[in-house]
């Protein structure tokens, strides 16, 4: 098969869900995208596609994944493979340059193939628009590219080495083949395919016209050897297409090492720097064009079939509105290629550290009318536009807002007051939607925490007629409530009207505390004889009951807190007054407000869902190496499920660090025991901010049993060490990567070592990287722990910048460079 796509398993074939099986590399990148570069690496032995899909088909949910290591690892470790290095530039913004270099790993002389393509994405077959561009061979090398909209560009190959062919074909689906319709033309789109892999030299069009080409070059590499092809795409006749080819890629490339050096702080060891770089460029890749319009997909298209009868009443039936035609972040291109409201959110709070403007436009297009549901509801994710995310919007929001001002130098009130104001109408659905009963007690609901729960979180009402009030989503509402308070303190600073909407969200925090902690003999989710927080469970006419799973759906309370600076009670005095207010009329509600009265550290007052005492019933259990703290960060269920798993009415729930053995939403990600980034960035964040009001007064043994008492401060300092671990070589263990697990391959061959992916979750135990390969998403929020606290930059890229040469011969032969060696 020509290798045209990425290869990997669906749901159904997999023993944990989807997952690709290729590997692949994403190694830098500008903000600005005028410098890319990834990795693929190539095997020279079949590709056992058969096997793939058959082992892990066979495989139970018990097994681990059977991977392309697993099925050709005795030809990858002899280094029977080409690595593939892909790298663009842009001479300006629309003069797009390409350069692949295919070097052979291998012991022996091996034949590569590489077919550069140029194409028009297919949208004529759809019966709206006819019109179809035209790609054209208009001399050696040269391809005349001409369409309505985007006028004429011309696509240069380069002619040495090997003189290429020019094919075309047809970008239309081979009918004849899929369904056994006769194709409309004789070239359709795998004609590359049947020319290369079948000899089929009648399948490409002798005319050298057509809505895809491709330039086919062909060489045997000795041991070592490689080749490097050419091509660039301008919007004018070049007569020297590569005069200055490798000039741009210089410049690209030492502005690129040039801007890395500057935002990195200082004092990074360069396995950080290269952590950290990786880690961006995988965040800039894991961009793509999105086009879904809900309405014409439930309709169906004027030149195909008609949809299912089932469609028009089923799944986002109820999001007509959605009309999607962006470039948006994704978490991984290949696993999950469409925006997940809670995802953009931790993928905005690293992009505002390269690129503010970019952040703050993703946070506001998801709250655009074409997106938001009219009721006020953020679209989940593209399976299911009405299932719900922890509401993080509103934390990321103010997040970009602090990061921006740091790196523009100015503070963006305009975003913030433009964002604040969606997010009302956001606020307003989940209080009215999620708390039916009116007891702010939030039910129902995905949450993105797919499997955690010993019920499927979707459905509000369980098997028995019972309804389950989630301790997370409850605590979720009081961190929104929090943020909003926090972000109307700020724009109060140039507009005083929002001192009146900030005490609505104090009040609002109020009456979610009350319902969390429980209070005049209301049973709450606080239980006090464990010192936890726990879903609680209400049967019809029954005494509800707590659900005793110790997992980080009980910690996501802590989230909950914010630190509020001296000078706001003393320049908000009705503000001031609603808090006296409370406290002197309202004294049991209040107690959430105990910390607000009693200055800490620099004056800071205390707004949190956790109080001193219950914080410190907390954190325990959450630094107790038997439970929730690991050598890499804070597990997401307590591995003390291990002895004693939690049996609800026959339904278990156990301890499991590594992939998921429930089918619970396709079984491809695990809540039950592994290490999530975005649960420990916020954790950290908010162990931070108990910081900012305790300082040195509050200490806790860290780790539990070790009698060493540290700050929360410090607390959040070495999670996020930890974490950072997960990817950095451990000199004293050889210079393995946590991230590698018992891979040999991965954790000692110099071309493979210092390559990282930057997986969606990690092992409980050891850290191996599990789930989607490349969510380099929220997992990219390692570049802000990366950073100590307090350190930050101001430096912007754009197009054009220093022309100081580089020195590439030395990234092509360093593999911690992101070259070949």
């Known amino acids: 098969i020509l290798k045209e796509r990425l290869f990997g398993l669906t749901n159904d074939e997999g023993n944990h869900g989807e997952d690709v099986k290729e590997y692949y590399f994403y190694l830098d990148a500008l903000p600005s995208h005028a410098y890319m570069r990834m990795l693929y690496k190539y095997p020279q032995v079949e590709y056992p596609y058969a096997r793939l899909i058959g082992e892990n088909r066979t495989r139970s949910r018990a097994e681990p994944e059977f991977e392309l290591v697993d099925a050709i690892g005795d030809a990858l470790r002899a280094g029977r493979y080409f690595d593939v290095f892909v790298e663009y530039a842009k001479a300006d913004q629309e003069d797009l340059l390409c350069r692949i270099r295919a070097i052979n790993r291998g012991p022996e002389s091996a034949e590569v193939h590489v077919l550069p393509q140029a194409w028009f994405r297919n949208t004529w077959s759809w019966g709206y628009k006819p019109h179809r561009g035209e790609l054209r061979a208009d001399g050696p090398g040269r391809v005349r590219v001409e369409h309505r909209h985007l006028g004429v560009r011309w696509w240069y190959v380069d002619a040495e080495p090997g003189s290429p062919e020019l094919l075309f074909t047809e970008n239309d689906t081979n009918t004849e083949r899929l369904f ?70 210089d410049r690209r490339i030492a502005e690129a090492d040039a801007y890395y050096a500057a935002i990195g702080p200082p004092g990074l060891s360069d396995d950080e720097r290269l952590v950290q770089r990786q880690a961006y460029a995988g965040l800039l890749w894991s961009k793509q064009f999105y086009h879904y319009s809900v309405e014409l997909w439930l309709d169906g298209d004027p030149a195909g079939p008609l949809p299912p009868a089932g469609r028009k009443s089923g799944r986002n039936s109820t999001w007509r509105h959605i009309y999607n035609l962006d470039v948006l972040s ?8 469409w925006f997940a409201a809670w995802d953009t959110a931790f993928h905005c709070i690293c992009l505002a550290r390269l690129d503010p403007e970019w952040a703050k436009r993703q946070l506001v297009l998801l709250l655009r009318e074409w997106y938001m549901h009219p009721g006020g509801q953020l679209p989940a994710y593209e399976w299911d536009f009405g299932d719900v995310n922890p509401p993080v919007h509103a934390h990321a929001a103010r997040r970009v807002y602090e990061i921006a001002r740091e790196v523009e130098g100015r503070a963006d009130t305009d975003f913030l007051e433009e964002v604040f104001h969606k997010l009302l109408l956001n606020f307003t659905w989940w209080v009215n939607r999620k708390d039916p009963d009116g007891r702010n007690a939030f039910q129902g609901g995905f949450l993105g925490l797919d499997n955690i729960g010993v019920f499927d979180r979707s459905h509000p009402n369980l098997p028995g007629g019972e309804r389950l009030e989630q301790v997370d989503g409850t605590a979720w509402m009081a961190l929104f409530c929090l943020d909003m308070l ?36 209301q049973i709450g989710m606080w239980h006090d004889p464990d010192g936890f927080y726990y879903d609680v469970i209400r049967e019809p006419g ?9 997992s980080l759906v009980g910690l996501v309370p802590l989230f909950a807190v914010l630190a509020i600076e001296r000078d706001v009670l003393d320049r908000l005095p009705h503000f001031r007054r609603r808090v006296e207010w409370y406290l ?32 410190q019933r907390v954190l325990p259990r959450l630094l107790d190496p038997e439970q929730f ?42 809540w039950r025991g592994p290490i999530w980034f975005p649960i420990n960035f916020l954790m950290i964040r908010a162990l931070r901010e108990y910081h900012r009001y305790f300082g040195d007064t509050l200490r806790t043994e860290f780790p539990r049993g070790s009698a060493l008492p540290v700050t929360l401060g410090e607390v959040a300092d070495e999670l996020a060490g930890r974490l950072l671990r997960i990817f950095l070589r451990d000199e004293g263990r050889g210079g393995r990567r946590p991230v590698f697990g ?16 930057f997986y969606e979750y990690f092992h409980g135990e050891h850290a191996a990287g599990l789930g989607a390969s490349h969510q380099t998403g929220w997992t990219a929020l390692v570049t802000e722990l990366i950073r100590r606290p307090g350190c930050h930059s101001g430096v912007r890229h754009r197009i054009g910048g220093p022309s100081d040469r580089a020195d590439n011969a030395a990234r092509e032969e360093n593999p911690a460079l992101g070259g070949p060696a």
């Open 180 to 249: 056994g319709v006769p194709n409309a033309s004789p070239y359709v789109k795998d004609a590359f395919h049947e020319y290369v892999v079948g000899g089929r030299r009648d399948r490409v069009n002798p005319a050298r016209r057509g809505t895809k080409a491709a330039a086919y070059y062909r060489a045997p590499l000795d041991p070592g050897e490689s080749l490097t092809i050419r091509t660039r795409l301008a919007t004018r006749p070049l007569g020297d297409p590569f005069g200055n080819f490798h000039e741009v890629f």
């Open 542 to 550: 029954g005494a509800p009951e707590h659900l005793r799973i110790r």
């Open 629 to 670: 703290l690991s050598d890499y960060g804070l597990r997401s269920m307590s591995k003390g499920l291990t002895a004693e798993p939690y049996n609800c009415h026959g339904s278990v729930v156990a301890y499991e660090p590594a992939e998921s053995t429930s089918p619970m939403y396709g079984g491809n990600s695990n």
């Open 584 to 615: 002197r009329h309202r004294p049991t509600l209040a107690g959430n407000l105990r910390l607000f009265t009693r200055p800490g550290v620099d004056g800071h007052r205390l707004m949190a869902v956790a109080d001193q005492a219950k914080l």
């Open 486 to 521: 926090a972000i109307a303190l700020e724009l109060t600073r140039t507009r005083p009207a929002y001192e009146a909407i900030a005490t609505k969200f104090l009040e609002h925090f109020i009456a979610i505390g009350h319902a969390i902690n429980g209070i005049c003999g």
């Open 330 to 337: 994704v978490p991984d291109k290949w696993e999950y290629p």
């Open 742 to 757: 018992d891979d040999e391959l991965f954790q000692v061959d110099p071309f493979w070592h210092d390559y990282i992916p």
